[in-house]
């Protein structure tokens, strides 16, 4: 008789552990809100820095999270907004840029040593590697092994326009500051390089707010290759270098954006609980361009927003909230200052009814302060009243009540 085979049964498959599945759903869900043939639209330091400049909006966190691609959902809402540089201020910046690393950064690299307030003179010998690779992957793991090399070397070297990683949303953001420098002590200092000027040692205050938001990003993102990196370390502070005066001369400044960078990793932290935001969704949410402008308004108007005019320099969906912040009559619209002092009120009505007397206790400051504000515009505008009054009933004219709004 033959004898019995064993049979060797397949071995059961582990599930997959559940961070991956987390992760898996979430792409997934994530894909279903952008539209199924709608690529996500990839995130960079500009978009990182807008989130950290207005870090309680949940709309812009969840759509830019999910890849969507809001220049394309502001046109099909009918508010579309003129965002971005013109062509002839990007061919100038370009310009600039590369003047000012011409001849292997030899000008960039004497601004740094001025700036920085390094001893000697300014480096002579300085490595400037080849970072060339096929995709945004490759770019940054040659950028990661050339910063490595560069360190370990103990000299001076200039990464132009390295490709960094950096995990927003548990999937990976490739952002390109315009270049790195690695210092021999191990130190690696972020070059940003804008075409604004800087008049008599200084530029216009938001502008540089602006650079240093997303000065702050690269600098993450170089934090978790330094990381992994022996003696390698991050400054805090970042070389910006624009042009002087009126001219097309290179000057710079050493910016500290240790707040910056604080207030942008709290904000990616919490962009790495957009799952939360998503599952409060209603069913069937969907911000696909090709949808209805009635089912795009329903999804849009579904998250939450903190609309402030500085929104309108650094999102495409500004305008649509503007008008939606006018039509509710909220006080956002009139600046997070004016917001902040209004305390508990939260519309213009309700702040003309308090001051007013109509509404609102007089015991809250708030409230107090607008009361007198109103008697204080009363008092002054009396006069102003009278005489308008006794001028034109002196030509024997009827006197309209306009009540003051001619003098508003």
Same mark, same amino acid.
């Given at each position: ?12 498959t ?8 987390r992760?898996v ?6 894909a279903?809100?952008?539209? =199924?043939?709608?690529?996500?639209r ?6 990182l ?15 830019d ?16 907004a =003129? ?39 300014p ?5 400037v ?14 950028t990661?092994?050339?910063l ?15 490709m ?7 999937s ?8 790195v420098?690695?210092?021999?002590d ?13 008049i ?5 205050a ?17 934090e ?5 990196t022996?003696?390698?370390?991050v ?48 069913e ?9 402008p ?14 402030? =005019? ?6 495409e ?21 004016v ?8 519309t213009?009505?309700?702040v ?9 206790? =007089?015991?809250?400051p708030?409230?107090a ?12 505008l009396?006069?102003?009243r ?20 001619a003098?508003?």
């Open positions: 008789m033959p004898q019995d085979r064993p049979v060797h049964l397949p071995r059961p582990s599930p997959p552990p559940r961070e991956e599945r992760a759903t979430l792409r997934q869900r994530l279903e809100l952008r539209g =199924p043939a709608v690529p996500p990839p995130l960079d330091a500009r978009a820095a807008a989130l950290a400049a207005n870090p309680g909006c949940k709309r812009r966190a969840l759509l999270g999910a890849g969507v691609d809001k220049a394309a959902l502001a046109m099909a809402l009918g508010a579309p =003129p965002f971005g540089q013109s062509q002839f201020a990007f061919m100038r910046g370009n310009a600039f840029e590369a003047k000012v690393k011409a001849d292997g950064g030899t000008e960039l690299m004497r601004l740094l040593h001025e700036r920085f307030g390094e001893p000697g003179e480096p002579a010998d300085v490595a590697p080849d970072l060339t690779a096929a995709g945004p992957e490759g770019r940054a793991a040659r990661a092994l050339a490595r090399e560069a360190t370990g070397s103990g000299g001076w070297a200039l990464l132009d326009h390295p960094l990683a950096l995990e927003v949303a548990g990976p953001a490739y952002l390109e500051p315009d270049a420098v690695v210092h021999p191990g130190t690696w200092t972020v070059v940003e390089i804008k075409s604004f000027p800087m008599d040692g200084s530029a216009d938001a502008k540089v707010g602006a650079a240093a938001r997303q000065s702050a990003v690269y600098v993450l993102a170089l978790r290759v330094a990381a992994a022996e003696g390698a370390s400054g805090h502070r970042v070389l910006l270098v624009c042009p002087k005066d009126f001219s097309n001369l290179p000057t710079a400044s050493a910016v500290d954006v240790r707040k910056q960078r604080a207030v942008t990793r709290r904000q990616l932290t919490r962009l790495t609980r957009i799952e939360d935001l998503a599952a409060a969704l209603p069937g949410t969907t911000f696909d361009p090709d949808s209805s009635e089912t795009l308004d329903t999804a849009v108007e579904s998250v939450a927003a903190a609309y402030a =005019p500085e929104c309108l320099a650094a999102c969906l500004a305008f649509h909230c503007r008008s939606r912040a006018r039509a509710a009559g909220a006080v956002e619209a009139l600046g997070r200052s917001r902040g002092e209004l305390g508990g009120l939260t213009v009505a309700d003309l009814a308090a001051a007013a007397g109509k509404e609102g206790d =007089p015991a809250d708030t409230v302060a607008l009361l007198r504000a109103a008697a204080l515009r009363a008092e002054a009396g006069p102003v009278s005489s308008s009054a006794d001028a034109v009933t002196s030509r024997g004219n009827p006197v309209p009540d306009l009540g003051g709004t003098c508003r």
